[in-house]
Each structure stands twice: as structure tokens, then as C-alpha cells.
């Protein structure tokens, strides 16, 4: 039987306009929308859709915007009573897949992603810290890499993206000594990446008492098809333990290079991207071209979708 996973973009997908085609064609949207301004008490729908671009980057507003188009995105999907079998989303957008899987409702997973926006924002700030992609490294050398730059500083790697695409994130001073060596190594590229903080590094470890606090303040529910989550890379679907891997995820690796494989393996032969970008569909690309992924933020994407479907 073929399965479609459902996917959810993470940061650095972000742009301004967002969500702004589909909240003048769809009224649950707008209405989503609207209620997202609410709970937060301040115009995210107007950073989502004016800018600046510089508040929008801003990760303590970038991460509730993601959250909030993609579950714009999602109402399109209800709507069009659209069957799926496991979700998935990258960092930020694991939340979005939670909500979208039934793990707890939009107001608390919004609740959630702001504080753990504003969290991240803080320790970026403490303790400042790089990311950069490397291009073209197998695991095995990027190791060997990060072990001999771990003198000058911390430095890991951070996301594992697809074949030939792992993030690393730390130190300025480990992320820029472990570019060099990974360019002698024989790296196609090093790009440095334009974010605020050493995501998925032990940087972050000043937000996990305060994300720890949030996640246990909410309140999770068993799952109606299972995520694949960014820690393990394995199907979840017990909401005690996504509060688990929420927490653990801060300062883990995300693993979307081995969760599509999973997935794959699970029988998935399709997916939807939920909201802004198509970050995601271009990775899967590189992971295992047979499976055929359709962006979906406007309706006109959605239509184009289900006719090729």
C-alpha cells in the first residue's frame, strides 16, 4: 500500500509574505491566523507578511511564523480531508508535526515554539556560536574533522540533511577551524549559515531548563499517525515520549537524512511539504529521488498536488 508522509520545514525557510496568499483565500486560515495574534498578544501576522525581514530572522519571531503557516497550510490539507500515514518535520518543524499528528493543540504548540524561540535567541546571545553546511564530506571524514577541530573550540555536527549535506554548529572559532580542515579534506563546499546561534549544539544548553519547564507545562496526547522524530529517527506516537524528544532535540543532531530513510523503509512513497518553502523536497531529492514530494502553502498548490497525486 502506498503511504504519504506528511513533512514540515524548520529554519531558514522563513520569508516575508508567508502565509499572507493563502490568509486572503482561505478563511480557517486567516481565522488561524487571526488567533495566532491573540494568543501571542502582539501582530506576528504582520511580521509574517510585511516584515522587516530582519524581525521576521529574528529566531524568537522566526519560529512561531513557521509554526503558524504551516498549520495554516494544514487547515488547507483538513479541508481537502487529504490521507496521510507519518509525519515529520525538520527542528522547529518537528512541532509543527505534532500539532498536525494531534500531539496537542495549535494555541499550546504556539505557546511552546515561541518560548523555545525566545530560549534559543538567549543562548545565542550568552554564548554566540556559527553554523556552516558541508558539502561533499562522507560522516566518517567530517568525524575525523570535528575530532581534530574540537581544540579550538566546540563544534559538531548539527543536522544530518542527505547524502553529502551534514550541518556542523558551535564555537565561531571550532565551526571556523573545522571549515578549513573540512576544505583540505576534500569538502566541494563550506557555507557558513545566517542564523543567530549554534542550534543542536551544547551552545544551546542555557534553554533546555526553560524548554524542560514548558514542555512539561503542556499537555501532550497520543498521536494519530506516528512522527518520525529528529533524535532516533524512529515512528513515535506516545506523547510522554515526544516530551522526552522535544528536549533532547535542543541539543541533538536532527537526523532527517536516516528518518526519511526510515520512512522509506516504513513503505512511504510520497510526501507533502506543509507550509513555507520547499527546502525539504529539495533534500529528499538528494536522499531518494523515486519519492515524489509537493509543496503545499496556497491552494493552487494544493490543487496541482492532488491532480498529480
Excluded at 158 to 169: D, E, L
Aim: charged share 20%; aromatic share 6%; proline share 4%.
Amino acid at each position: 500500500m502506498a503511504k504519504t508522509i506528511l513533512l514540515f520545514p524548520g529554519q531558514g525557510a522563513q520569508y516575508v509574505g508567508m502565509g499572507k496568499a493563502l490568509s486572503e483565500t482561505f478563511e480557517p486560515a486567516r481565522q488561524l491566523l487571526k488567533k495566532a495574534d491573540e494568543v501571542l498578544g502582539f501582530e506576528l501576522s504582520k511580521i509574517m507578511q510585511e516584515g522587516p525581514e530582519e524581525l521576521l530572522k529574528s529566531t524568537d519571531n522566526t519560529q512561531p511564523a513557521l509554526y503558524v503557516c504551516s498549520c495554516m497550510a494544514m487547515e488547507l490539507l483538513k479541508s481537502k480531508e487529504v490521507d496521510y500515514d507519518y509525519v515529520a518535520g525538520h527542528s522547529l518543524g518537528e512541532y509543527s508535526a505534532i500539532y498536525a499528528a494531534g500531539g496537542f493543540s495549535f494555541e499550546d504548540g504556539l505557546r511552546l515554539v515561541r518560548v523555545r524561540g525566545e530560549l534559543m535567541a538567549k543562548a545565542g546571545e550568552l554564548k554566540p556560536g556559527a553554523m556552516a553546511a558541508v558539502l561533499g564530506l562522507s560522516e566518517e571524514d567530517l568525524s575525523t574533522v570535528l575530532a581534530e577541530a574540537a581544540s579550538a573550540g566546540v563544534v559538531v555536527a548539527a543536522n544530518f540533511n542527505s547524502p553529502g549535506q551534514i550541518v556542523i554548529s558551535g564555537s565561531k572559532e571550532g565551526v571556523a577551524k573545522a571549515s578549513e580542515l573540512a576544505n583540505a579534506k576534500g569538502a566541494k563546499k563550506v557555507v557558513p549559515l545566517p542564523v543567530s546561534g549554534a542550534f543542536h549544539s551544547p551552545l544551546m544548553e542555557y534553554a533546555l531548563p526553560g524548554l524542560k519547564e514548558a514542555v512539561e507545562k503542556t499537555s501532550f496526547s497520543d498521536l494519530q499517525v506516528p512522527v518520525i522524530a529528529n533524535v532516533t529517527s524512529q515512528a513515535v506516537s506516545k506523547g510522554s515520549d515526544l516530551q522526552e524528544l522535544l528536549v533532547k532535540q535542543l541539543v541533538s543532531p536532527v537526523r532527517w537524512q536516516q528518518g526519511m530513510e526510515a520512512a522509506i523503509s516504513l513503505g512511504v512513497d510520497k510526501g507533502i511539504e506543509v507550509g513555507a518553502g520547499k527546502v525539504l523536497m529539495g533534500l529528499m531529492r538528494q536522499i531518494n529521488r523515486d519519492i515524489k514530494v509537493n509543496p503545499v502553502e496556497t491552494e493552487e498548490q494544493l490543487n496541482s498536488s492532488l491532480l498529480t497525486s
